[in-house]
């Protein structure tokens, strides 16, 4: 599935991460390339929080639909923790989505993170971005994040789930083709029946 985060690239100016962080030549994706990974320091945790976050328009999701988004990040940082949300301060209230926040292991090596949300019926949001939790002293240490990705989860039957809806659709097609030939029963009865008082009223015979 194509990603529908329309400016991946960190270091996109879409992605505001100079606030909060002081940007550092990019370390190697776990594929080999610097392209896309950005690496950095935090130089302020205000509540011992930061952010590398987009606030324009970077997504084009539905409402109510279930999406996956996925990013790969490191650290040496032994208290570090990462969460995603939607939207921007104006729609807190327009179906933002906060997801939980995910320890990263500090030994400094790719780790793929992954979360899954459902958008609100209500939703407007418009944008997605990343908070960093940690400590004060996680301004020592050194993170780097890689390719952010958001798709939609298709969900797929199972094949038990096929089975059971196979046997569900043939029981109502034997009870439908029983319920029809009951039907067709009683019709027969009564033609006969009324056949049977024609007669009778014609020849004024009583019939056993």
Partial sequence: MSNLIITPDLHHNSWDKHRYNIILPSEPSPFGNTTGVITFKHK?????????YCYSKNISIQKSKKYKCTIWAKTNDPNW??????????????GRVITNQI?????????????????PSHSR??????RFNGNARSTQYVHSLYNPVLTEVVETK???????????????TEETKTEETKTEETKTEKLKLRKLNLLQKIYQVPFL
Avoid: H
């Fill in 81 to 94: 923790n990462i969460l995603m949300y939607t939207g921007n301060n104006q729609q807190t209230r327009l």
């Fill in 158 to 172: 199972t094949e038990e789930t096929k089975t059971e809806e196979t046997k569900t659709e043939e029981t109502k």
């Fill in 103 to 119: 320890k990263v292991p500090s030994d400094n090596n790719w780790v793929k993170l992954t979360w899954e949300f459902i958008n």
């Fill in 44 to 52: 302020k945790l205000k509540g011992n929080i930061a952010f590398c």
């Fill in 125 to 130: 949001v418009e944008c997605i971005s990343f």
